[in-house]
């Protein structure tokens, strides 16, 4: 049977907010079974907690912003998309004020400060979003749909009107393996053009080559370039892996995407939950050959 996991003890990560510029300590901290996933600001008086669902999500511009009534946490995207690949079920994610370090774009520090603690597992079991039905979601040109897989799936195709990325796809089984090899280190990215504009409104002031990729009109203005030739796809698999969280379970599916960024994303999940007849709740643990074949495609 498969348990619902937290990480064995409270693990840091320090940096700077991408629009802040100030330095901000974000805190694993591990909670107990059937808590799931939730932000608390810690400097805040009464410190505060935010649960992550979709309908929390309140903002999805250039990242996806989660807002309650009494705060709210922005680029929450990176730190949570390892959580997706690693199945944690129940954590504290807590924050000294109302920004995430920005690290470099990617997830490779969240991710190594969780490799760093590890997992433990809980004594229940982890109820699965399995899909039964194609769940389909569509606006003009962009496209999101998820189908039954048994394991976790995610097929991304990206196509940008600029000559150093045009079209993209990748088609990946994740796990914790697939995610750290070939996801955790692809970094954001933005064009020039946008970051000049944001920082004379006064944001993204701790925007630099050190955490984004940047482009001018043809080219990437980074000295030392890519880390992968297709950089920008991987990390919209990131991104999308981030924002899965916000279904609240991890999903059993094959979540497919064309041309779709954080907005698009939530309307799937939001989708996802309204279509009760294409879904069921599952603990594995009945069937064991369909156990095992699951075991082996998250790499547990
Ligand atoms: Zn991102």
């Known amino acids: 049977m498969f348990l619902q996991k937290t990480i064995r003890k409270r693990t840091e990560v320090k940096g700077i907010g991408l629009h802040s510029g100030k330095t901000c300590t974000l805190t694993f901290a591990p909670a107990p079974p059937n808590t799931g996933v939730h932000f608390v600001r810690t400097d805040l008086p009464g410190k505060p907690s935010l649960k992550v669902y979709a309908a929390q999500v309140s903002a999805t511009g250039y990242a996806t912003t989660l807002g309650g009534p009494v705060f709210s946490v922005a680029t929450v995207e990176h730190c949570m998309s390892a959580l997706s690949a690693l199945r944690i079920d129940n954590l504290f994610i807590e924050l000294d004020g109302p920004e995430i370090p920005i690290c470099d774009g990617s997830a490779e520090a969240f991710l190594k400060s969780l490799h760093l603690v590890g997992m433990i597992e809980q004594d229940q079991p982890r109820k699965y979003c399995y899909i039964t039905q194609p769940i ?68 993204a002031l701790g925007g630099s080559l050190e955490n984004a990729i940047v482009l001018d009109d043809d080219k990437v203005v980074n000295p030392d370039g890519l880390r992968f030739p297709d950089e920008f796809v991987r990390h919209k698999t990131l991104d999308a892996l981030g924002d899965l969280v916000t279904l609240g379970m991890p999903l059993m599916g094959h979540v497919v995407l064309f041309k779709a960024g954080h907005d698009i994303m939530n309307k799937l999940i939001r989708k996802i939950l309204d279509s009760k007849d294409c879904f069921k709740h599952i603990e594995l643990g009945a069937d064991i050959s369909e156990e095992a074949l699951v075991r082996s495609r998250l790499g547990e």
């Open 136 to 203: 389909y979601f569509e606006e003009g040109d962009k496209q999101a749909y998820v189908v039954p897989y048994h394991g976790l799936r995610v097929s991304v195709t990206i196509d940008f009107p600029h000559p150093a990325i045009g079209r993209q796809k990748l088609d990946l089984d994740i796990n914790d393996q697939s995610f750290t090899r070939e996801v955790s280190r692809a970094r954001t990215f933005g064009f020039l053009k946008d970051v000049e504009a944001l920082k004379a409104r006064g944001l």
